[in-house]
């Protein structure tokens, strides 16, 4: 496993701002179950090694200051926005009901395969709002696919998730989505009576682009209904 961000400066000024000596700060780790020389300390505050998972919580908690602050980062990836927060993978994990290893998986794939209720409640857990775990899974390509899902089939199933999401109203997002359902519902009929009527394959596959097109443009249509985001054209 990689070594988590870290600042030798922030750690020594943390330490300093305390008034505590090396040996004071590995004793404090001890009592967390960390045991390590005070030599450590100095390596790490000299930016020789890094410290490991375990030994950044237990110097965060014995420099009573955020993990955070001695990763002196702005957390970007996932694993980054857990150990700003604290958390262990396998903690984390279990917090949202998943597999430790699929977990772990997710974070070295940087792929997440979380179903709605686990994606909220890792929301939850690192404190993400809409845009920012968005980025933090790289979830343009998944929120195609849960608005897809909803347009589909059946969209009110879909509501709770998708205003966590966009951080919208409920009732916005729900006649959002059925809205959206009618007009992809609107491509099935025309391409089923097109079919039906035997008309050329040239009318077949200029409805199929144009729907393919619609669904390239759902994020966006769909921001543009709730109000969450930049306005597009109808439909």
Not at 50 to 79: G, K
Not at 92 to 101: C, E, F
Not at 208 to 226: C, E, G, I, K
Request: proline fraction near 7%.
């Amino acid at each position: 496993m990689p070594t988590p961000p870290f600042s030798p400066a922030e750690a020594r000024a943390a330490r300093l701002r305390l008034g505590m000596t090396p040996a004071q700060v590995v004793a404090a780790m001890s009592q967390l179950g960390v045991d390590r020389p005070p030599e450590a300390v100095h390596a790490w505050e000299a930016g020789a090694v890094p410290p490991s998972e375990p030994e950044l919580f237990a110097l965060a908690d014995a420099l009573w200051c955020p993990v955070a602050v001695l990763m002196a980062v702005r957390p970007a990836a996932l694993r980054e926005h857990r150990l700003s927060r604290g958390f262990t993978a396998e903690r984390l994990a279990l917090r949202i009901g998943m597999d430790p290893d699929a977990y772990a998986r997710a974070e070295a794939e940087h792929r997440w395969p979380g179903n709605d209720r686990q994606t909220l409640l890792l929301a939850d857990a690192l404190g993400l709002g809409s845009e920012e775990l968005l980025d933090v899974l790289d979830r343009d390509n998944e929120l195609v696919g849960l608005l897809r899902q909803a347009v589909e089939g059946r969209w009110k199933t879909h509501v709770t998730t998708l205003a966590h999401l966009a951080q919208a109203d409920e009732r916005r997002v729900a006649r959002a989505l059925k809205a959206l359902h009618r007009e992809y519902t609107r491509f099935d009929e025309r391409y089923m009576g097109h079919l039906v009527a035997r008309n050329g394959d040239a009318r077949l596959r200029e409805i199929a682009a144009d729907r393919a097109a619609w669904l390239r443009a759902l994020p966006d249509r769909f921001r543009s209904l709730t109000g969450t985001g930049p306005d597009t054209a109808a439909y």
